[in-house]
Structures are given as structure tokens and as C-alpha cells.
């Protein structure tokens, strides 16, 4: 962006809100489907729960962090940043959804382990996970398969 001369325009949204949340469920679909094709980690498939839950995990981390930060912003006394710039900065983010399975395959082509417990001891059942596991690409909330 320093060989620009308005970078400015990374910052702003390129269409209306609908279309941009369309845009963020299909790379949402994209992950999920990256994830299946590269066989990484096992609990992506392509069944209507996980479909679900991917085309609004990028919506959600679209949203969420951008009224949430533009709301601290003006609280901190940044009066003058626009929500656009905001928003437009966390929708132009959701791209890394799609270089998380490449990270995954190239952790699992070097052997890492496709799941680290994070704090407490494991425990599941088939209504409650207390534990989040860690692929190479991403933190995510999981359920080891068998």
C-alpha cells in the first residue's frame, strides 16, 4: 500500500452490506471446501451443520469486531474514523479464512498433530466439549472424532 497514492481505499466498502455478507459466507463455503479437498483436519465434511456454521463464522468475524471496534474507537475519542473504514477493514481481513487450510495441510505434511488441548483436561459428551483445539492454521472449537 506505500505505492499507492490514496491507500485509503483498502479501507473503504466496495458494495452494499448484503452483498458483502454473501461474500463472506461464500469464503466461509470456500474454507470448508479447501479443508475437505486437502483432507485437513477431520471434523470439516460437507454436511448441513458444518456448511452452516462455515458460511457464518466469516459473517460473524465480519460484523462482531467491526461495531465492537468502532464503538471503543469513538469511546477512546477517535471521533473522526468512519464505520466504513472499519468496516471495510474487517471484511477485507476475512481473506485469511482461505490461506487457514493451506497452513493445516502444510502442518499435517510436516506431522504436527492435528489437535493440542488448551488448558483444562479434555471432556466430551454428546451435549457438552469444554476444550478448544489448535490446528496449524487456526484456534478453533472442536470435537475430536474417533
Known sequence: MVFLKDDSAFLTLPVNLPLL??????IGLTRNALQVGLNTPIFYSFTPDILW??????????????????????????????IESVFG????????????????WLGFAIGLPWMYEL??????????????VMTPGIIVHGRQSA
Open 21 to 26: 455478507i454473501i461474500i463472506c459466507g461464500i
Open 53 to 82: 456454521t462455515m458460511f457464518f463464522w466469516p459473517i460473524h468475524l465480519f460484523l462482531f469486531p467491526s461495531m465492537l471496534l468502532h464503538g471503543l474507537l469513538r469511546l477512546m475519542g477517535y471521533q473522526r474514523i468512519s
Open 89 to 104: 477493514l474487517t471484511f477485507y481481513l476475512q481473506i485469511l479464512h482461505i490461506l487457514v487450510p493451506f497452513f493445516d
Open 119 to 132: 488448558g483444562v483436561p479434555a471432556k466430551s459428551t454428546d451435549l457438552y466439549i469444554n476444550y478448544l
